[in-house]
């Protein structure tokens, strides 16, 4: 693998991981505000459709920062591997933590906003929803970081 197409992995690595990452900071730091602010029933709908259309195309970001760091961890020194290994740790941590909490509130908030029917606990899956941001963010940040680290050590 030549040097510009190692640049190009770390490239594509770090903003993939910086777009899923900015994602969770924006509803860390703002839409959990602004949901909070609105009906359940408001809540859903939004949550439901911007659910619709994110687990549709998140993960394309997920998958190139996922291989940019499985790439980089075959093809990079004994030094930087562990750097690698340790942001695909932390990608893989993402993916079981959204796959177990934040995937299923998704699907019931998509079903129930396409369908125009308010949920009952639409309060409870919210707050359910935006706990599991405080353990996805900061993999997501360790993850940038290690790929960061690289980067200034080469």
């Known amino acids: 693998m030549t040097q510009w197409m190692i640049y190009l992995a770390v490239l594509l690595g770090i903003v993939s991981t910086a777009a899923v990452f900015g994602t969770d900071m924006f509803f860390l730091?703002?839409?959990?505000a602004a949901l909070w602010r609105t009906s359940a029933a408001a809540g859903t709908e939004v949550m439901g459709f911007f659910h619709l259309f994110a687990d549709a195309r998140m993960p394309i970001w997920g998958v190139v920062a996922t291989l940019?760091?499985?790439v980089l961890a075959v093809m990079s020194?004994?030094?930087q591997r562990w750097f690698y290994l340790a942001s695909l740790l932390m990608l893989i941590l993402f993916?079981?933590?959204y796959a177990r909490l934040s995937k299923?509130?998704?699907q019931v908030q998509t079903k129930a906003a396409m369908a125009g029917l308010p949920l009952e606990n639409a309060r409870e899956l919210q707050a359910a929803w935006d706990r599991?941001?405080?353990i996805r963010a900061?993999?997501?940040v360790v993850s940038l970081v290690a790929q960061c680290l690289v980067l200034l050590a080469s």
């Open 68 to 70: 940019s760091n499985i």
């Open 104 to 106: 299923p509130i998704n």
């Open 132 to 134: 599991s941001l405080f």
């Open 77 to 79: 020194g004994s030094a």
């Open 29 to 32: 730091t703002i839409g959990r």
């Open 95 to 97: 993916v079981v933590i």
């Open 138 to 140: 900061p993999l997501l």
